[in-house]
C-alpha cells in the first residue's frame, strides 16, 4: 500500500484530523506509526462505538498503524459508571474485549491496555502533575464533555478535574503519534497537544470521527463546548443508558427492526435524522451501499452507493421513511450477524453485563 493509500484509508470517514499535514509526515517518516482509541467502560457497546469506532480501528490498522484500545476502568471510577466499583467495571471491561474481537479486532490486530496497569508506573502520575501544571482550571473544565458533562455545571466534583489530565497523561506515557476519538473528545486532544508543546515532547495528530445521533427526538443541550453546533451534536448523541434511543451490537434482528421502526425520522430531513446518519456512517462504510427492497408499486429495488445520492433521494422525496426505515434495519441485521454469532457460541461475557447492568 503506497503512502496516498494510507493517508486516504486513516481519514475517511472522520470528522476532524489535526492536522493533515502533520498525519502525512507521520506517514511519510513513520512506517508504524502508534495510536490508540480510550473507552470509558459503561453500557453494553452500541453502534457508534462499535461499528462507527471499530471500522475506523480497522482503517488504521490496514494502513499499518499499532493500535492500542485503551480500556479505561480508573477514569470509568472517577465517572462513577458501575458506581464507581472498579471490580464490576473490570468485569464489564472483559466484555468490552469480547466484543471488540467478535467485531474483528481480537489480539491478532490490536493490543488492549487497561489504564490501571499503565497507572503502575511512578511517570505516569509525573506526567498527570506536569498536564496539572502546564493548564488552568477553566482550561481543564473545558474538557469535561469526555465525561458526558456539561462544561457549565455547579456539581462538578474534584475527582472530576483529574479526568481530564489523566487522559492527557495516558497519551503521553504511551508515548503515541495518533490520538482517536468521538469530536466530543476534541478539548481533550487539544489540551494534549498544548501540553506536550510546553514540556517538549511530540504533539499527537488528533483524529476525530464523528458521533451517531439517539434514535429519538431529542432537543438540544447547550454547555458540553464553546462552539455551539459542537455542544449540540454532543448533547443528541447516542447513550448506551438509554436502550431504546440505540442500537447495541449483539442486539436481535426482532429488537433491530422495532428500535428503527420505532426512531425518529422526518420525512426529506437529512441533517436532524438519526436513520439516514446510520446509513451515512455504519451501512455504506460497511456494506458499500445502502439497498432499498421496494415494491414496483413503490419504485421497486434501489442501490444507494453514497451519502450524497442518499441525500438527494430522500431530501427529494424520493425515498419513504419507511421504505428508508426497514433497508437500514435489514442491512444493521446483517452486518451484525457475526457478532451475534459470537456470543451466541460465547455468552458468559454477554450475561455478565447484562448482570451488572441490573445493579448499575
Not at 455551539?228 to 443528541?236: G, M, T
Amino acid at each position: 500500500m503506497d503512502l496516498e493509500e494510507r493517508v486516504e484509508l486513516i481519514k475517511r470517514g472522520t470528522k476532524e484530523i489535526v492536522t493533515e499535514k502533520e498525519l502525512q509526515h507521520l506517514l511519510e517518516t513513520t512506517e508504524s506509526p502508534k495510536a490508540y482509541w480510550g473507552f470509558e467502560i459503561s453500557g453494553p457497546i452500541h453502534l457508534g462505538m462499535g461499528l462507527v469506532c471499530g471500522k475506523k480501528i480497522r482503517d488504521c490498522v490496514e494502513a499499518g498503524v499499532d493500535f492500542t484500545i485503551y480500556l479505561a476502568d480508573l477514569h470509568s471510577m472517577i465517572n462513577r459508571k458501575f458506581g464507581g466499583d472498579l471490580q464490576k467495571i473490570r468485569r464489564a471491561g472483559e466484555y468490552f474485549i469480547h466484543s471488540f474481537e467478535a467485531l474483528g479486532l481480537g489480539t491478532d490486530k490490536v493490543r488492549f491496555l487497561w489504564a490501571s496497569d499503565l497507572a503502575q508506573d511512578y511517570g505516569y502520575w509525573e506526567k498527570v502533575m506536569q498536564v496539572a501544571r502546564n493548564a488552568s482550571v477553566r482550561r481543564v473544565a473545558r474538557a469535561l464533555p469526555i465525561m458526558g458533562r456539561e462544561t457549565t455545571s455547579e456539581d462538578v466534583e474534584m475527582a472530576f478535574l483529574l479526568y481530564p489530565c489523566m487522559q492527557v497523561a495516558d497519551i503521553l506515557e504511551m508515548n503515541l503519534d495518533i490520538a482517536c476519538a468521538g469530536i466530543d473528545q476534541r478539548n481533550a486532544h487539544m489540551l494534549a497537544r498544548d501540553v506536550a508543546k510546553k514540556i517538549g515532547v511530540k504533539k499527537p495528530v488528533s483524529l476525530h470521527g464523528p458521533l451517531l445521533m439517539s434514535l429519538a427526538k431529542t432537543g438540544a443541550k447547550m454547555g458540553f463546548d464553546d462552539d455551539p453546533s459542537l455542544s449540540a451534536e454532543i448533547s443528541k448523541k447516542m447513550s448506551k443508558s438509554l436502550p431504546q434511543s440505540t442500537i447495541h451490537i449483539h442486539d436481535s434482528p426482532s429488537e433491530i427492526r422495532e428500535k428503527i421502526t420505532g426512531a425518529f425520522c422526518p420525512p426529506r430531513e437529512t441533517d436532524e435524522n438519526p436513520i439516514v446518519q446510520i446509513a451515512r456512517h455504519v451501512v455504506i462504510p460497511e456494506l458499500g451501499a445502502l439497498e432499498v427492497d421496494r415494491s414496483p408499486k413503490h419504485g421497486g429495488p434501489l442501490t444507494i452507493g453514497s451519502y450524497r445520492e442518499l441525500v438527494d433521494a430522500y431530501a427529494g422525496g424520493a425515498l419513504h421513511p419507511l421504505d428508508l426505515k426497514r433497508a437500514v434495519a435489514e442491512s444493521l441485521t446483517k452486518i451484525l450477524e457475526p457478532v451475534r454469532r459470537y456470543f451466541e457460541k460465547n455468552p458468559e461475557p454477554l450475561r455478565i453485563m447484562r448482570s451488572l447492568e441490573v445493579t448499575r
